[in-house]
């Protein structure tokens, strides 16, 4: 692998290719101009934002829009906090019309606690919108058959959790995201929400995923645009020491320095005298 | 005369009352939007042809940043 392997090394989904593996959330920032500025920061070309109503005579709406566009990033609108299939159709099919974009995060929340989605529903969204034409990305749990699934429905990227939503938890179930990377290997695999720091996303690529998708990670860190520059670096190194072959694990100490040659050492030493 | 419900909120509009005047009349004329009848998207080339009915739930939404 050559030194620049990350320069040649694009991320494909659905024909189209990316030149950032961050994808990165535009909510919760303390202002507009700081959220501008963690994008920029960070590399990404792919923003995700959402649909919510709001007051007329609130201009918000507008100039959230207005410097969204100016970013020139690619937009993944999303469909948070729908709870049926019918929703969340119902809600891509709005954000298509408003955005110009066929590209869906399809987020179809089963349960209020921990905003698990809900297999069932989204699995039906997912097969629905696949056949509307719309280029979509499930946000979906760690779960094997799930996501197996949502790749039979059409997906041609799958976005697993790595802990619930706004958690940082990180890559909670190894187990599982291995197993999934393993079982599902020809279509790129996201972690999508709960990662909280630049080393949990540098450990996502380590693993052999393909992206990362965060949001208050950087928005809620005391200094967004140097968290947005640190998860950026961090995903390249993690994407670059995967690519590079992380070398195997073992059970007991092996030296690093050649034994062959050592000073001081003597014969009868090894011979327990 | 009859109510419709406008993101949640009541609005008395006239029998014959379309999609394309009542937002106008919300204030959401010229405004980036989609909307939404009774959960079903409405596209934006049906606004001036869709006839509002009684107890109608308009959802119009706006973008807003998400994760």
């Known amino acids: 692998m050559n030194s620049n392997a990350s320069k040649d090394d694009l991320l494909t989904l659905y024909d189209e290719q990316f030149s950032s593996r961050f994808l990165l959330g535009t909510a919760l920032y303390r202002s507009p101009v700081e959220m501008c500025d963690a994008i920029k920061a960070s590399g990404s070309e792919f923003i995700t934002l959402s649909l919510r109503r709001q007051n007329p005579q609130q201009n918000d709406g507008d100039a959230f829009w207005q410097m969204i566009k100016e970013t020139g990033c690619k937009l993944l609108p999303n469909t948070a906090g729908c709870r049926s299939a019918k929703e969340a159709i119902n809600l891509a099919e709005m954000s298509r019309e408003l955005f110009s974009t066929p590209w869906i995060k399809l987020e179809v929340i089963g349960d209020d606690y921990n905003l698990q989605p809900d297999p069932f529903e989204l699995v039906i969204a997912a097969t629905e919108l696949i056949k509307r034409g719309f280029k979509v990305l499930p946000y979906c749990t760690d779960d094997l058959v799930l996501c197996l699934r949502l790749q039979d429905a059409g997906c041609q990227a799958l976005m697993p959790w790595g802990a619930p939503i706004g958690t940082g938890q990180g890559l909670l179930n190894k187990y599982h995201l291995n197993s999934l990377r393993e079982r599902i290997s020809d279509i790129p695999l996201i972690i999508d929400a709960g990662i909280g720091s630049p080393s949990q996303a540098a450990a996502a690529l380590e693993m052999g995923y393909d992206a990362v998708l965060l949001n208050t990670a950087v928005a809620k860190a005391d200094n967004p645009v140097l968290m947005a520059r640190a998860f950026s670096q961090a995903i390249t190194a993690g994407r670059n020491g995967y690519l590079a072959g992380l070398m195997q694990r073992r059970q007991t100490a092996s030296p690093s320095t050649p034994v062959l040659g050592q000073p001081f050492w003597q014969q009868h030493q090894g011979s327990n005298q | ?67």
């Open chain 2, 1 to 67: 005369m009859f109510s419709v419900l406008l993101n949640n909120n009541s609005f008395e509009v006239e029998s014959n009352c379309t999609l394309s005047q009542i937002i106008d009349i919300a204030g959401f004329a010229e405004q980036t939007i989609a909307v939404a009848i009774n959960g079903e998207f409405v596209p934006k080339s049906a606004y001036t042809n869709t006839a509002l009915q009684v107890a109608d739930q308009i959802d119009i939404v706006k973008p807003i940043g998400g994760g």
